[in-house]
Nanobody, 123 residues
């Protein structure tokens, strides 16, 4: 399984960005795909997750109401739509996946990670 996140950049507070996670090599239609982020000097944390089988999505409290996780099955893409961005959202964002997993914020439950993409939100 290979993942590639893209779409990061510099945006002003209150602005929007859409990150994309391109996935390939899946051997199962049942998987969880999560977005995580790591801010400077902080631990990596879960941001959002979608379960492929029923498209159940979950969000960290800090992003609820601002972020969504739409999916384009035909193109094997999962997005992280980020609206009303705040300086505290500045981080490197990663997508990760694990077959058959239910959505989880625990990093160790995901074996497959893509390289991150940097999001910088200026005040």
């Amino acid at each position: 399984v290979q993942l590639q996140a893209s779409g990061g950049g510099l945006v002003q507070a209150g602005g929007s960005l859409r990150l994309s996670c391109a996935a390939s090599g899946f051997t199962s239609d049942d998987y969880a795909l999560g977005w995580f982020r790591q801010a400077p000097g902080k631990e990596r944390e879960g941001v959002s997750c979608i379960k492929s089988s029923d498209e159940t999505a979950s969000y960290a409290d800090s992003v609820k109401g601002r972020f969504t996780i739409p999916r384009d099955n035909s193109r094997n893409l999962v997005y992280l739509q980020m609206n009303n961005l705040e300086p505290e959202d500045t981080a490197v964002y990663y997508c990760a996946t694990e077959p058959t997993l239910r959505c989880s914020k625990r990093l160790q439950e995901y074996r497959f990670w893509g390289p991150g993409t940097l999001v910088t939100v200026s005040s």
